[in-house]
């Protein structure tokens, strides 16, 4: 087994030798870091994938988000998780293993029994062949030649790269076989999100503007409002202006923005995510420019700094982001 498990690492080391790497994160600003798009791949996706294979059968044929037919288990019990942990976690399918970049912002609970493959991204190919995964998740960022180094190990799909983070946790529902447990969250969800409406009543938000911008390699980064459900959705902001022009167009995609378009937004609500040390440095700057001062929600004081776990965009995070804008806004005190 030791001999079989060496000579296949060694053959996948040759493939990457040999291939062109391409960073997942796609760190440009056409792409930009962190809720780098807000594509319909989700949308795409049909649910119910695989529904006329045999109910009894061992495996079945499921088509993943980048059109691949891949015969996965009917029922994985050791997957790893190369992304859409945060889903695997709410369906209470602990993966076996997962990197410390997508396990980062989750509690020691949360981590508790999942093996590190590596610290970023990309995983130690030998540590997580010795996993003996029999199934593989991974984002539709991944290249052909990761798919193919992947596959050689378990059977490998590829899940949305952000997007709709409902549509999102139903696909890997339906890919691992709880489409029952994703319902019975979103339910609990949608519950908790009632009740948070209830408690911000009095502090009057509802209907009022909000921005949220993300500093990010020493940019300004807008992104589709679908990428922050917890303002737009759960504590029903509505879009500048601005932005509701900016997203009427069928191409609109994230964007850079420079420090003097902000005053186009000028939103109620500003929330603010810092992605890295660079880019707050440039926060820092941008604070003491008469632009960043005029502002209607920085004069009245309601302009936040967030976590950069908001960019993750997963179910795990909606609940997480429940209690943290909530108690971003109550602190600020009477909104009036």
């Known amino acids: ?97 997962s990197t410390e970049h997508l396990l980062r912002f989750y509690t020691d609970e949360d981590r508790s029994g999942i093996d590190l493959v590596g610290e970023s991204n990309k995983p130690d190919m030998e540590r997580l062949l010795a996993l003996e995964p029999d199934l593989i998740v991974v984002s539709a960022r991944a290249t052909e030649d990761e798919l193919e180094q992947y596959s050689k190990i378990a059977p490998t799909v590829a899940t949305p790269f952000f997007g709709d983070p409902i549509e999102r946790f139903r696909i890997v529902a339906d890919l691992v076989g709880k489409p029952d447990a994703a319902t019975a969250w979103l339910q609990a969800y949608d519950q908790e999100v009632a009740d948070m409406r209830e408690q911000v009543k009095p502090l009057q938000v509802q209907g009022k503007s909000a921005l949220v911008i993300q500093f990010a390699q020493k940019a300004i980064y807008l992104y589709p409002s679908s990428t922050f459900p917890t303002i737009f959705d759960a504590y029903q902001f509505k879009l500048t202006d601005k932005q509701a022009e900016l997203e009427s167009a069928p191409d609109f995609a994230p964007t850079a923005l420079s420090l003097e378009t902000l005053s186009d937004f000028d939103p109620d609500h500003l929330f603010v995510i810092i992605n890295d040390e660079d880019s707050e440095a440039v926060y820092e700057e941008m ?34 982001a429940l209690g943290e804008v909530y108690s971003l806004l109550s602190a600020t005190g009477d909104p009036s």
Not at 302 to 307: D, N, Q, V
């Open 1 to 97: 087994m030791r001999f079989l498990m060496t000579l296949l690492l060694a053959s996948m080391l040759c493939l990457s030798a040999c291939g062109t790497e391409q960073p997942l994160s796609g760190k440009t600003e056409a792409n930009p870091p962190a809720a780098e798009t807000g594509d319909s791949q989700a949308a795409e996706q049909q649910t119910n994938n695989g529904e006329a294979a045999d109910n009894n059968a061992q495996t079945r044929l499921y088509t993943d988000v980048l059109d691949r037919e891949v015969e996965i288990p009917a029922q994985p019990e050791r997957i790893a998780a190369l992304w859409t942990v945060g889903e695997l976690i709410a369906l209470d399918l602990k993966p076996v293993g």
């Open 287 to 320: 604070k003491q420019s008469k632009v960043w001062e005029n502002l209607r929600a920085v004069q009245d004081k309601h302009a936040y700094l967030i976590g950069n776990r908001l960019s993750i965009n997963d179910v795990m995070t909606l609940d997480w």
